[in-house]
């Protein structure tokens, strides 16, 4: 059974997917809506109170998060799953 996982893109949503993983091997970034948050990734400021805090999981061991997902929050910084809409 397939498992997908969508929830902000920073590290603390990241460390999630990272621990979902670890219980149920098959979970995966949920590309759609990740796919939605790469382009706005550093609307939020990564010096929020409630994110300068978080930790890079440094690898959740979900290829897409690890190579698309975790770069881009290091480099541009996070967005809130909110940011996008799919209505």
Known sequence: MEIWFWGDLDFAGMQILKTL???FESTGAWRPGYDALLPLAGSASPNLSDR????????TGDGYADETLLPAIRLRGFVDQEAVSFL
């Not at 300068?52 to 690898?59: N, R, S, T, V, W």
């Open 21 to 23: 993983r670890m219980r």
């Open 52 to 59: 300068k805090e978080q930790i890079d999981p440094l690898a």
